[in-house]
């Protein structure tokens, strides 16, 4: 990517847990941003993670003391991994003859909402990055951090570096964002689970979007998101091997590359999925919203829908997936329900332990019979689909989890 783009550019890179996972691999990574310097790269700024495993421990402790906590004091103490991480980044410049700028979310003006633990971003201000490279110097930023209108430090969540840098990125018109991680980019499947994976080279947003969104681990969905609105390059590689690994590019297609794209470019899992079936839902418990209404207060995430319409006597029954270690949350909504209103006839049925496959590909919006050939591949293989969903470019089976692996390969053999 570096080498079609002039080298005032501004870049922004994203260095993940496992990249600052001890101090020589944050020793590595000054190495290589030394050389980019050098080469003549002034305009780079970098975004850490804690060192992996960190955020989990601090996580750990907080919820000894309080096992519910999500408010102020649990983003203080979980943000602390940050700021050990940007403290050793930037000294680890500095030691290699570089000036560095350490710069923590409130330092920087990472502005959020009130939401603890899972904070939106508002705006981020750049000055101080500017300000930086102005004097010489490379800002060493802390992802997943911020701070509400309030003051209070605030966090992102799950994918919250990722985010942060994007939005940066974006922030400051950067010519790509590049996330740097421990495997060479996207792959086909989990090369952990299925055979013969391949590594992805070029991907369109809305693809990555769905990978992502469907059970994919090396992006988040919320920073696709955020790239594919502003239509920002991300460049996923290899931290450990950035010039000869390989790499994968999402950006924007263009009618011709979109017309060429694959049928499936990937198949991903989810493991942390349970259905749930309501039977006999009748009129006198007026409409559904009055339960996912319910739900959604619970902050569950209902993703795959069949309804039933009416039979003859005026029962209807609805089946939904919910994640698997939210199953509990949404067996109080519905008990709590039909104390409340009688729920008239109503039963509710639920089967944890089970997976959600996806096969995404953009050629699904321009060619027909990938469902009629994933079905038929799964049949002859004997496996048993509990739920299925469809969209433009994706298709998803739910199936029992210990088929789960073979669902995958099946899929990936058919299609890559």
Excluded at 224 to 246: D, I, M, S, Y
Excluded at 370 to 381: D, T
Aim: contains cysteine.
């Amino acid at each position: 990517m570096y080498e079609h783009i002039p080298k005032t550019s501004i870049v922004v890179q994203k260095y993940g847990g496992t990249s600052v996972g001890n101090l020589e691999k944050i020793q590595a990574i000054a190495d290589r941003v030394v050389s980019q310097v050098n080469a003549g790269w002034t305009r780079l700024a970098i975004v850490v993670s804690a060192m992996a495993g960190e955020t989990n421990r601090l996580v750990g402790m907080v919820e000894q003391i309080h096992p519910k906590a999500r408010s102020k004091s649990y983003d203080m103490a979980i943000a602390a991994g940050e700021q050990v991480s940007v403290g050793l980044m930037a000294a680890a410049l500095e030691a290699k003859g570089l000036r560095a700028e350490p710069l923590l979310g409130y330092q920087l003006g990472v502005l959020t909402d009130e939401h603890h633990s899972r904070a939106r971003i508002h705006s981020i201000q750049t000055d101080k990055i500017h300000q930086a490279w102005a004097r010489g110097e490379i800002p060493v930023v802390a992802g997943f951090q911020g701070m509400a209108s309030n003051q209070a430090i605030t966090t992102l969540g799950r994918g919250g570096s990722d985010t942060s840098a994007v939005a940066l990125a974006v922030a400051l018109n950067a010519a790509f964002c590049e996330i740097d991680t421990d495997v060479d980019g996207v792959f086909t499947a989990d090369p952990r689970l299925v055979k013969h994976a391949k590594l992805i080279e070029r991907l369109e947003y809305d693809v990555a979007l769905e990978l992502a969104a469907s059970g994919g681990k090396v992006l988040h969905n919320r920073c696709v998101e955020l790239a594919a609105k502003n239509r920002l390059p991300l460049v996923v590689r290899n931290t450990f091997a950035p010039e000869t690994g390989g790499r994968t590019v999402i950006m924007a297609f263009d009618e011709k590359e979109a017309l060429e794209a694959p049928l499936v470019s990937g198949v991903t899992l989810d493991k942390d999925v349970a259905k749930v079936t309501l039977r006999n839902w009748r009129k006198e418990n007026g409409p559904l919203l009055n339960v996912f209404s319910r739900v959604a207060k619970k902050g569950v995430n209902v993703d795959i829908i069949i309804y039933d319409a009416p039979d003859k006597t005026g029962s209807a029954s609805v089946g939904f997936s919910v994640p698997d270690s939210e199953l509990h949350l949404v067996r109080e909504v519905i008990e709590t329900f039909k104390s409340e209103t009688g729920g008239t006839g109503l039963e509710m049925e639920s089967l944890g332990g089970l997976a959600k496959i996806s096969a995404v590909g953009l050629g699904m919006r321009s060619q027909s019979g990938v469902a009629s050939r994933l079905f038929e591949s799964l049949s002859r293989a004997e496996i048993e689909i509990l739920m299925i969903s469809t969209s433009e470019i994706k298709i998803s089976c739910v199936v029992h989890a210990d088929q789960a692996q073979k669902v995958m390969q099946t899929i990936h053999d058919t299609f890559l």
